[in-house]
């Protein structure tokens, strides 16, 4: 999933899950708190040296419990070039 980190504490992470548009506009779907794995140094390095990420859980999200298994900082310019790829796969898509 596609999010905005909002803050770190203790072994928690705040976020903001994020989807983009077909116009390539970032929407924020909802807030979350998930936790930190107890010795994976790599993710809270990765966490809290960027603003935006792709993380994935080990459990369903829904109960703010789930803990991240996976985190890939993006830059700036990387959440531009996903937002380019969803305007053009759109475009590409047949009108009804």
Do not use: C, W
Not at 80 to 88: C, L, V
């Amino acid at each position: 999933m596609l999010v905005k980190i909002d803050g770190i504490k203790g072994n928690k992470v705040r976020v903001t899950e994020l989807d983009i548009d077909s116009y390539g506009s970032i929407i924020p779907l909802r807030n979350l708190e998930l936790k930190l794995p107890d010795n994976d140094y790599s993710i809270i390095r990765t966490l809290r040296s960027s603003s935006h990420a792709a993380i994935f859980t080990q459990d369903n999200i829904d109960d703010n419990s789930s803990i991240i298994i996976i985190a890939t900082g993006l830059s700036q310019d990387e959440l531009n070039e996903e937002k380019r790829k969803i305007i053009e796969a759109t475009n590409k898509q047949p009108h009804t």
